[in-house]
């Protein structure tokens, strides 16, 4: 089992180095794209989709560049979709049944990870993946003290790689070899993104996409055509038999400057005429480059009505539901994400700087929280009723439901006021003193409202729950089967004491009684 201390030994050579400052790869900093959108025909995008599954990747990748710069709606729904994945907190999870140390190991980590002004961007750098396939960011290590910590990461043109010839899920960066170099361990980031079942090469969603962006791209330069053709009024210049070259040529120069220029000149004797433009509409071109941006927004957000509405089928009810469609994109979206990331950013962190490691699959992971607060305000009205019934809810699921934190040490937290303790009932001389208190009044009746008064309270309260399963119950069966709940729960311990000190005043009020009878029978 490899330690902490071998692997920094083995790859520490490594890790104060990039590996593209590598001579051999000298020559991938100087590769400049070749843009293949230009004059791109359907015959040229489908060479450049079969080059990729025969593992050539540079003109794929630089078509999903040229497809983000040219197509602004393209570009709108990508960034949307990479944006939704900034704003998502996340955390660094222990293993299950952590230690004290494993947790403050994550706790460590997760202090790091706040602080680096990389996480962010490179989180959308890895994002990239989504359109080409993958995504690879080299690690810029610093030592410090007898620690590692990643400085920067810098992302690298995915032209410069390539996959192996017979795994053809595994990059590697091309050095003018038939395999490629491998990538050095723990010095990239190397997001793989599956935005469809397949081999590396067709996973992104360029191979979705450069379909609709050139049959846009038609309709949009037949548009422009049309508006240049259609929109000028037609110019017709006459001129006289026998004119010279020279003038046919002056008259045409006229004909041309006047459609732009609004004025010119041309030689005397000369007519020019003006006719009315051709009839024709716009509609067709619109129509269809209106249809290809939303093939677009459907392949990337999985709607439309999220970025677009037409003003009839756009309801609230169904920009709801397609809403939520895009959030299952999002949540998709991190899952993949947050496997890349423990793997290639909090792995390496922990290995290289964890003092002691006794399981290497015990290793902490980056978690995304995509899980949605519930309604306080159901919640607040069902869980007490649920208590009530006798249902042991934990306290750590209600909070994670609610989203609600816990508190941390001596943390102000919002509470109810404190109930005003009970009074304690009167003890015995307290009890006969108060009958005593009474002489015209019999002594039955002043018992019986003196026990009325201490007692009722009590009854109501531990009568509560009872009182209010009767209230919200809506059969016998449901009633019974309520209260069978409550068994061992209601508390009667103060009204048992209450009872007995009144069975002892009784006793002793008729025992006295009694003496009193006796003594006055013997004066008789």
């Known amino acids: 089992m490899a330690t902490p201390q071998s692997l920094k030994a083995r790859l520490g050579r490594n890790l104060k180095r990039q590996q593209t400052d590598d001579v051999r790869l000298g020559h991938l900093h100087k590769h400049f794209a070749e843009h293949p959108s230009s004059g791109l ?32 709606h393209l570009f709108a729904e990508l960034d949307k979709r990479k944006r939704a994945l900034l704003s998502v907190p996340w955390r660094i999870v222990p293993p299950r049944e952590a230690t004290a140390q494993e947790q403050r190991d994550c706790q460590t980590l997760q202090t790091l990870l706040e602080e680096a002004s990389w996480l962010t961007p ?99 330069r037949d548009l422009a055509e049309f508006l240049e053709i259609y929109g000028l009024p037609l110019r017709l210049g006459q001129y006289p038999s026998g004119a010279s070259d020279e003038e046919k040529r002056a008259l045409m120069t006229a004909v041309m400057s006047l459609g732009h220029n609004a004025g010119g000149i041309m030689p005397k004797g000369m007519v020019l005429d003006f006719h009315q433009a051709a009839q024709g509409h716009a509609d067709p071109f619109e129509l269809m480059v209106t249809y290809m941006d939303k093939v677009m927004s459907r392949v990337i957000l999985g709607g439309t009505l999220t970025s677009q509405a037409d003003g ?20 998709a979206d991190l899952i993949q994400l947050q496997a890349s990331l423990s793997r290639d950013i909090v792995r390496p ?58 508190a941390e040490g001596e943390e102000p937290v919002l ?18 003193a108060a ?47 309520s209260l069978l709940t409550l068994e061992g729960q209601l508390d009667s311990r103060e009204l048992e004491q209450v009872m007995r000190e009144a069975i002892a005043a009784a006793y002793l009020l008729g025992r006295v009684e009694v003496e009193d009878d006796a003594t006055g029978q013997a004066d008789d």
């Open 415 to 432: 509470g109810q006021r404190p109930e005003p303790a009970p009074t304690a009932p009167p003890s015995q001389p307290n009890a006969l």
């Open 41 to 72: 025909t359907p015959a040229r995008a489908a060479a450049i989709l079969l080059a990729a599954e025969h593992d050539n990747l540079i003109a794929q990748c630089e078509l999903a560049e040229d497809l983000e710069e040219k197509d602004g």
């Open 349 to 406: 962190l922990y290995l290289l700087n964890v003092r002691q490691l006794s399981d290497p699959r015990r290793l902490p992971r980056f978690e995304f929280d995509i899980t949605e607060a519930e309604d306080l305000t159901d919640y607040a009205a069902a869980l007490p009723k649920l208590v009530e019934a006798g249902m042991p809810i934990p306290v750590r699921w209600a909070m994670d439901k609610l989203q609600i934190p816990e």
């Open 122 to 220: 490179a989180i959308k750098d890895a994002a990239d993946a989504i359109l080409k396939g993958y995504s690879c960011q080299e690690l810029i290590w610093q030592r410090d003290g007898a620690g590692w910590w990643i400085e920067a990461i810098e992302h690298r043109d995915p032209a410069w790689f390539q996959v192996h010839p017979e795994r053809r899920n595994e990059l590697r960066l091309r050095d003018n070899s038939v395999e490629g170099a491998p990538l050095w361990p723990m010095g990239w980031w190397c997001h793989t993104h599956k935005a469809k079942s397949g081999y590396l090469a067709r996973s992104g969603l360029v191979r979705q996409l450069i379909w609709p962006f050139i049959f846009k791209n038609y309709s949009v």
């Open 435 to 481: 009958l005593n208190a009474q002489p015209n009044q019999d002594n039955a009746d002043a018992f019986s409202q003196q026990l009325d008064a201490e007692a009722a309270p009590l009854m109501a309260r531990m009568m509560a729950p009872v009182q209010q399963m009767v209230m919200s119950a809506d059969s016998l069966e449901g009633l019974r089967a």
């Open 312 to 331: 009839q089928s756009s309801t609230n009810a169904l920009g709801n539901v397609h809403n939520e469609v895009r959030q299952e994109l999002r949540d």
